[in-house]
């Protein structure tokens, strides 16, 4: 059996690598439960938990999986239960005769009168021998079957996942794109609200007139140091790159952190020059939403 007879579904836009799918059924010989579940993983980890019966295909489950699946560390559990077929006995007779010798032996040494039960010879080790089970090609089919619709639920579910993700990024985008009209704002009149108040204060100080010409050039250096238009300017390229990452197809999930890490930079820089109360409580909102973003991006494909 090989894994190659699967179609590999198509690529969501966003899925989340959280997920678990499982199924039981039964066939002529036996009942199975299949089940995958996949967690968060920077790479493609799969591990496999099978009967002995079913290690010789270890590699074709291997192999299934990871055609399906880009990302995540994947584990597949099956196992076997109430077999419906019974297997024939055989006696070690030779075994056995070992055994009744060895311990007649014994019995001898420590003066046992009892006769020995041959209840107690055939429970010993090797001597009842059940032949193997065999896997039948339609059980064989049955399971990789199985397999392919537990996989296909588990999809689902990422895909689930990955609508339920996007939606909660989306309301946090708007949330920043909002706080980032307001600071944007707030910042306008940062040289104009410099000026007023250092006059005012150079006034109290020397209770004399002040010189305009040298205020407004303090002002203007000042000013320049503490302007955040640039980091305004790519915070919105950074969130314009953001939503379009958010639609492409494939593996988005580092590309969408580290898009939210360069929108953190920004922030971060626009509150170490923040002056006043209201842009450093907007700062405090945007960085709560990044955090947001960047969680729900460590768990997206």
Same mark, same amino acid.
């Given at each position: ?54 290690? /010789? ?68 080790? /090797? ?34 996942? /990955?609508?339920? &993700? ?16 307001? &600071? ?68 988005? /999930? ?15 820089? &626009? ?31």
């Amino acid at each position: 059996m090989t894994a190659g007879l699967f179609l590999k579904s198509e690529e969501a836009m966003m899925e989340s690598m959280t997920s678990y799918a499982s199924i039981e059924k039964s066939t002529e010989q036996f009942s199975y439960s299949v089940e995958v579940r996949s967690l968060n993983s920077k790479y493609l980890e799969v591990n496999v938990n099978l009967p002995k019966i079913l290690r /010789g295909d270890e590699n074709d489950y291997i192999q299934l999986i990871k055609e399906r699946f880009t990302r995540g560390k994947l584990e597949l559990n099956i196992d076997l239960f109430d077999w419906n077929e019974s297997r024939s006995v055989t006696v070690n007779t030779a075994l056995m005769r070992k055994y009744y010798a060895e311990l007649n032996q014994a019995k001898r040494k420590l003066g046992i009168e009892n006769p020995l039960s041959f209840d107690i010879l055939v429970t010993l080790d /090797g001597v009842l021998q059940r032949q193997r089970s065999q896997l039948s090609e339609k059980s064989q089919r049955d399971i990789f079957k199985t397999l392919d619709m537990v996989i296909r639920k588990n999809l689902e579910m990422r895909k689930r996942e /990955g609508r339920s &993700i996007k939606s909660d990024i989306q309301k946090s985008l708007k949330s920043i794109s909002s706080s980032v009209v307001d &600071i944007r704002a707030q910042s306008k009149n940062t040289a104009e609200v410099l000026y007023e108040k250092l006059k005012a204060n150079i006034q109290k100080l020397t209770d004399g007139p002040v010189d305009d010409v040298r205020l407004y050039t303090e002002i203007a250096i000042l000013a320049d140091k503490l302007d955040v238009n640039e980091e305004l300017i790519r915070l919105d390229d950074h969130l314009s790159k953001f939503k379009q990452t958010m639609n492409e197809k494939g593996q988005i /999930g580092k590309k969408l952190d580290f898009i939210a890490q360069e929108m953190f930079r920004e922030i971060n820089t &626009i509150a170490s020059k923040a002056n006043n109360a209201r842009i450093s409580h907007l700062v405090v909102e945007v960085k709560n939403n990044i955090d947001k973003i960047r969680e729900h991006c460590r768990n997206i494909v």
